[in-house]
């Protein structure tokens, strides 16, 4: 995967967007609630939304759950090990 910072954009290695990330709460991942049906989630009592945790998943994972559920959020972490920070389409 591929992210942008600076546009808060997540890409597929082939370039095509996954989702362009933009959460108004900005709650820290240690205050939400643990989803029950997947360990790789959390629940926020702001919005009632999961929010998956990118680095458990592959970005054809992550497109296809995006294009199934568009409201799912989605939480990245700059040091995880499947993603490569770019700044307008270069990788830095």
């Not at 597929?12 to 939400?32: A, F, R, T």
């Amino acid at each position: 995967m591929k992210f942008n910072p600076i546009t808060k954009e997540l890409y597929k290695e082939d370039g095509s967007l996954i989702k362009k990330l933009n959460c108004p709460y900005k709650v820290s991942w240690d205050k939400l609630i643990p989803a029950k049906e997947n360990p790789n989630a959390k629940l926020c009592s702001n919005c009632n939304h999961h929010i998956i945790d990118t680095s458990a998943y592959s970005d054809e994972e992550l497109f296809s759950m995006v294009q199934s559920k568009p409201d799912t959020c989605l939480k990245i972490n700059l040091n995880q090990n499947n993603i490569k920070i770019i700044n307008n389409g270069i990788l830095e």
